[in-house]
């Protein structure tokens, strides 16, 4: 996987980087992302910092990462993956340096700044694309065993990270942080990520011309381009704002805290066996179909809900919501390469993602807009569900597109 002449690879010729994108997830996404409530209500107990201004940091760095991937996506194109990572570690020390020291509100909004554009550029992007672009069978297996690591990072690392900001404090557990985001994806940016850049000039020689042909303003207008666009921006009105609502609904409907954690704790878990039960069923049964039955499954469990207050009903809504969330991160990156193609897939994936990105980001805000003016969250998941039922309603419009024969490109 790491020579130029490997150009394309089944999953277990490309293992050493689905391997690197669990361990790179499990550490930085679900860490060093994952784990940022965590320490909000360390700092602002340490502090005599708002919650809203630690808030409006976090929502800054979220969308300084947002901008940042289409620019990563093209550097990935023209480089490969190791530079942009690199950079993105740079970025990430200098901002977890900040943190460790700060005195100021300020100071934490200047770094998640650089936390927004190095995880950006070094956490999951990236190894998605090289994936996406070098296992081109069982690729969505793949991309779902890499992404799995964030779901269990997330699980393993948000606890111990709350005992060691009791034992430690806040500060030196971010300095202990920090060194683990940073040092941990170093051996494999040498040994275990691909070399140069993801498509040879020989593969894509050979490969002839892309499904998404031309370049400018022209190919955004290709079909099939708009309708990815939609189930990029779509589900993700939905996806996180059900991530960050679901304790205040469950508490809000008579459960307690411990309950409404403990759900969202374990619809993360069943996410990840979503990722890789969705990838392994995008790979054997099509991708738009499993797609479709993923959107299908996350309307009916937003749904469960309204009865969310009885046990069966919540143990429904967690078991068939985690299953839907892990399968549509598994099934989208193969879909997109076969609509977008494989030149230039890294900026034109990034520019679409940029868009969902900003949705995910949208969603929380219009949910607590929702219980704002009614008091209730009934028409937040009710725009929730609408969100889910126009993705499924577009996917059925999604063009079968098959990606062209790639003949195998010897070593130079």
Known sequence: MTGRGSERAGLREGLPLVIAGFVISFVLIGGGVNSVGVFLNAIAQGTEWTRSALSLAVGVGAGVAALCV???????????????????????????????????????????????????????????????????????????????????????????????????GWRTTYLVLGVAVVATPL????????????????????????????????????????????????????????????????????????????A??????????????????????????????ALLLGFVSLGLLAWASEPRALVGFVALYGLALGTYVAVIPPLARDVLGAERFGARYGTLQLGGMLAAAAGPVLAGACFDATGRYREAIGLWQGALAAALAVSLRLRAVAAPQEPQVAAP
């Open 264 to 293: 969202l704790g374990t619809t993360v878990g069943i996410s990840a066996l979503g990722k890789i039960l969705g990838g392994a069923a995008g790979d054997r049964l099509g991708l738009r179909a499993t797609l479709q039955g």
């Open 70 to 168: 289409p620019a990563v996506g093209l550097a990935v194109d023209r480089v490969g993956v190791r530079v942009p990572m690199t950079g993105g570690l740079a970025l990430l020390a200098a901002g977890f340096s900040i943190l460790v020291g700060m005195q100021a509100p300020w100071q934490f909004v200047a770094a998640n700044v650089l936390l927004g554009a190095g995880f950006a550029a070094s956490a999951l992007f990236p190894i998605t694309v090289a994936i996406t672009l070098r296992i081109r069978e069982r690729t969505a297996l793949a991309l779902g065993l890499a992404a799995a690591g964030s779901s269990a990072g997330a699980l393993v690392l948000a606890p111990m990270l709350q005992l060691a900001i009791e034992a430690l």
């Open 187 to 262: 051996p494999l940016l040498a040994f275990a990520l691909p070399r140069g850049r993801l498509m040879g000039p020989a593969a894509v020689k050979a490969r002839g011309a892309a499904p998404l042909a031309g370049s400018g303003p022209l190919e955004w207008l290709q079909p099939g381009v708009a309708t990815l666009a939609a189930l990029l921006v779509l589900p993700n009105l939905a996806t996180f704002a059900v991530s960050v609502h679901l304790v205040p609904y469950l508490t809000g409907i008579g459960l307690s805290g411990r309950t409404a954690a403990l």
